[in-house]
C-alpha cells in the first residue's frame, strides 16, 4: 500500500508520484489536456513569486548589475552551498516571533491577496466587482517553498480566463501587462493584521521583492522568457519539499520539545521551533496551532493549491491512473486464460471388467436363480 507522503525526504515513491501529478495539473492550466481546453494556452499568463518581508539581517550572495556576486555584510565572498546562506547575522537580535506568525500568516495573507487582485483587474477594466464576474475570471496554481532562513514564499501561476473559466475566452482588454500591473498593485496594499503580544502589534505584509514575468509558449529566449514546461517543473520541484529540506528542519511532528536534543537539525531551527512551541503555549495563539506546525516553523496551509476553475485536480488524476491500473489488470487475466491450458488432472487405464473382490461382492448380493420376488423369512 502506497503511504502517499508528498516529502522526498520521507518516501522516494510518493513523492515523485506527487511531483508528476503536479506537473500534469500545472502543464494542463498552461496549454490544456487532462479535461483543460487548449485555448488556456493563448490567455494572458503569468509566473509570479511573492517574498517574505525581513526580520532582521542574514548571511547572503549579493549580486551586482552585471549579475557578479559581491561579498556579505560579513566581509565574507560565500559559496553557493554554504550553510550558514540565510541564517542570521546576529542570532540574538533577529525577530524569530516575527518570522513564526509570518508563516502562520502567509496563507491568510495570499486568500486577501487574490481577492485584491481581482479587484484591482476589474478597476483597470472600467468594472465593478459584480460585472466583473460577467466578463472575466482570474484563475491561479501556486505552491509554497521555504527559503533558507525559514520563511515561507509562494511561487504562482496567475491567468485570466473567460467568465466560466478556461472553457471561455478571456476579454480584449485581458493582457499580461495589465495583469502584471494588478499584481504589484495587489501585493503591495495587501496586509493581515495579526496579534498583539506583550502590548506589541503585529501586521503582515509580502516582502519588497516581487518578480512577475509572462509565461511564453516557446523556449528560453536568452533566459529572459518562461516556458510553460520550465514553469510547471519548478512548482512540482517545490510540491515535494518542506522545511527540512532548506533550514535543516524536520519533517515530522514534534511530541514533545525534549526531542530536538537528540535530533541533527541546523542551529537556525533550533531556534526557530523552540520559538514556535512557545507561542503555541499562549492562550491568544491558539487558533494558530503553533505546537502541532512547530516543525514546518508555524505554515500549517497546504502546500499546493489552486483555483477551482485553473485545471483538473490531483484527485481526478489518481482517480484516471486508478482505473487505467484496474483495466490493465483485467486485460491481462483475460489474456492469461485465453492463452493458457489449465490442467485439473490426468488419466491412467486401469483395466476392463470387475476385480476379484468385486465380483465375489455382486454374486454374494445377487439373488438365487429361481427365488426372485419370493419373500425372505427372519
Not at 241 to 257: I, S, V
Request: aromatic fraction near 8%; charged fraction near 25%; hydrophobic fraction near 35%.
Amino acid at each position: 500500500m502506497r503511504c502517499n507522503n508528498r516529502r522526498t525526504t520521507r518516501c522516494a515513491a510518493c513523492s515523485e508520484v506527487y511531483r508528476r501529478d503536479t506537473f500534469h495539473l500545472i502543464t494542463s492550466g498552461l496549454r490544456g489536456g487532462k479535461g483543460t481546453p487548449e485555448r488556456v494556452a493563448t490567455h494572458p499568463r503569468v509566473f509570479a513569486t511573492f517574498t517574505a518581508p525581513g526580520f532582521g539581517p542574514v548571511h547572503n550572495r549579493p549580486t551586482g548589475p552585471a549579475g557578479s556576486v559581491r561579498r556579505c555584510r560579513c566581509g565574507t565572498l560565500h559559496d553557493q552551498d554554504d550553510d550558514t546562506l540565510g541564517t542570521p547575522l546576529n542570532p540574538d537580535t533577529y525577530d524569530y516571533d516575527a518570522a513564526v506568525l509570518w508563516n502562520a500568516h502567509a496563507g491568510p495573507l495570499w486568500r486577501r491577496f487574490s481577492i485584491y487582485l481581482r479587484r484591482e483587474v476589474a478597476k483597470r477594466a472600467g468594472l465593478t466587482q459584480r460585472a466583473f464576474r460577467q466578463h472575466a475570471r482570474v484563475s491561479f496554481a501556486k505552491v509554497a517553498e521555504y527559503q533558507k532562513r525559514g520563511a515561507v514564499h509562494f511561487h504562482a501561476v496567475i491567468r485570466i480566463d473567460g467568465p466560466e473559466g478556461g472553457d471561455t475566452p478571456p476579454p480584449a482588454w485581458a493582457t499580461a501587462e495589465l495583469l502584471t500591473d494588478a499584481i504589484r498593485t495587489a501585493a503591495a496594499h495587501v496586509r493581515v493584521d495579526g496579534p498583539v503580544i506583550d502590548g506589541r502589534p503585529y501586521a503582515f505584509t509580502f516582502g519588497r521583492q516581487l518578480d512577475v514575468r509572462t509565461i511564453r509558449s516557446a523556449d528560453f529566449d536568452g533566459g529572459q522568457e518562461l516556458t510553460e514546461r520550465a514553469v510547471a517543473a519548478y512548482i512540482a520541484k517545490y510540491a515535494t519539499k518542506g522545511a527540512e529540506t532548506a533550514t535543516g528542519a524536520l519533517d515530522r511532528p514534534l511530541k514533545f520539545l525534549a526531542e530536538l536534543a537528540q535530533l541533527d537539525i541546523s542551529d537556525h531551527a533550533r531556534r526557530l521551533i523552540p520559538t514556535a512551541w512557545t507561542l503555541g503555549a499562549r492562550k491568544d495563539l491558539e487558533h494558530l496551532r503553533l505546537r502541532a506546525w512547530a516543525h514546518m516553523l508555524g505554515f500549517r496551509g497546504h502546500f499546493s493549491t489552486k483555483s477551482r476553475r485553473y485545471s483538473t485536480t490531483l484527485g481526478a488524476l489518481r482517480t484516471a491512473r486508478a482505473e487505467w491500473r484496474r483495466a490493465q489488470a483485467t486485460t491481462s487475466e483475460i489474456s492469461e486464460v485465453v492463452n493458457t491450458t489449465l490442467v485439473l488432472a490426468h488419466w491412467v487405464y486401469a483395466g476392463t471388467g470387475l476385480t476379484d473382490a468385486e465380483t465375489w461382492l455382486a454374486e454374494t448380493i445377487a439373488p438365487a436363480p429361481g427365488t426372485e420376488g419370493e419373500p425372505t423369512h427372519a
